[in-house]
């Protein structure tokens, strides 16, 4: 049978592992939604002085050599597996591969069931069925596999992860699951939005509802590269950001719209204003002074940040309205952060930052940025750390 992606990633699994198997319990399975886990990093030897008791260069490289592979076994199996396996014997076959925990197995388990789903929607509800019960690693390589299959995009297929996602006879942490293998979307329908949104809302959502709104962003920011309307994901975003409970929700989708840049119109240009002036935790203010610093009103948001930066208690966000005037309105906005430096002396050595900036002819804000001399000087980058 041709080997397609899935061959291709069995050659990169054997060429990385050098045709063994590589076990131990250092390569955990992370949940639905956590954020990718960083490959750990194997500790080299410590290179010691010189003398007559040290030991050539060959059998020091032998020895670390044995010593990195003392755990490690061949597994011509894989091979097997490869040309072997369909749809309908995967999960049997992919356990013992699972039971080695081993991220290359489980990324080249996950190419090889994208193949075989290929772009036929039973064969994807059929994965669909297995993941409402499949546990730990086996669950996140199904809706992986699924994910970048050619027939999750088919519309009864996202319209059954989206049922499965709204289950409330499954767990948060399997929903949560199922709402992120949608992430992969070109286009969600406008009733599929509302459900995701209203359910970011729900209190009980938690990590299944930031799920929800992170899908939401992604499918946003990727319609709006292909030159799709993104504002009906805005519209959504807006709403989840003013009104879910959940602080860390209602942060998520604050920040959404940062990742494609949409230029605000009046009425969300209004939206993120009163996100600005009653939103109780300082990091959604920061978001919404940045995403403000997009919209077409210039002269309206030049004097919103004015207001509120008389306002504003918290330093980092008047940072964040500081700066982002610079953003608003390039040079022509020195006089509104000469009024914010004087209200805020703390903030005249920044002013006269910007100033000679301005002065010596830059215009693009980025560039400015880039020529700051302290990015960070509040302190406000190291709360993200």
């Not at 499965?164 to 006879?169: P, S, T, V, Y």
């Not at 906005?333 to 050595?349: G, K, S, Y």
């Amino acid at each position: 049978m041709p080997w397609g992606l899935a061959g291709a990633g069995l050659v990169a699994v054997l060429t990385a592992v050098g045709l063994v198997w590589r076990g131990g319990d250092d390569a955990q399975a992370p949940s639905a939604t956590a954020a990718p886990v960083k490959a750990s990093r194997s500790q080299g030897s410590h290179a010691g002085g010189g003398g007559t008791g040290a030991a050539p260069a060959g059998v020091e490289e032998a020895e670390a050599a044995e010593r990195r592979f003392s755990d490690q076994t061949c597994f011509p199996e894989l091979g097997r597996f490869n040309d072997g396996v369909t749809l309908e014997t995967f999960r049997e076959q992919a356990a013992p591969l699972l039971a080695s925990k081993d991220a290359l197995v489980r990324d080249y388990l996950k190419a090889k069931l994208a193949e075989l789903i290929g772009d036929d929607a039973g064969k994807a509800g059929q994965v669909v069925d297995w993941a409402r019960d499949a546990q730990g690693a086996e669950f996140q390589v199904l809706l992986s596999g699924l994910r970048a299959s050619d027939a999750v995009q088919k519309p009864q297929v996202a319209a059954r992860l989206l049922e499965a996602g709204m289950d409330a006879k499954l767990s948060i942490e399997r929903r949560a699951g199922m709402l992120s293998a949608l992430d992969t979307q070109k286009h969600l329908p406008p009733a599929a939005m509302d459900r995701m949104a209203d359910f970011a809302r729900d209190p009980a959502s938690t990590e299944a509802g930031w799920a929800a709104t992170r899908t939401l962003g992604r499918v946003m920011a990727r319609e709006s590269e292909n030159h799709g309307d993104a504002s009906p994901y805005l519209d959504r975003l807006i709403t989840i950001a003013t009104d879910a409970p959940d602080e860390q929700i209602r942060h998520l989708a604050q920040t959404a719209p940062l990742h494609n840049s949409p230029v605000l119109d009046a009425k969300a240009t209004e939206r993120f204003t009163r996100i600005l002036q009653s939103e109780g935790n300082e990091d959604g203010r920061d978001a919404a002074a940045q995403v403000l610093a997009m919209s077409s009103d210039k002269e309206q948001v030049l004097k919103l940040f004015t207001d509120s930066f008389q306002r504003e208690q918290s330093v980092c966000v008047r940072w964040a309205l500081f700066r982002f005037s610079a953003r608003v309105a390039g040079r022509e906005a020195l006089p509104v952060m000469a009024n914010m430096a004087t209200v805020d002396p703390r903030f005249q050595p920044l002013y006269r930052v910007f100033e000679t900036l301005y002065a010596q002819g830059n215009v693009d804000f980025i560039r400015v940025w880039n020529e700051l001399p302290d990015q960070n000087p509040f302190g406000c980058m190291d709360r993200h750390q």
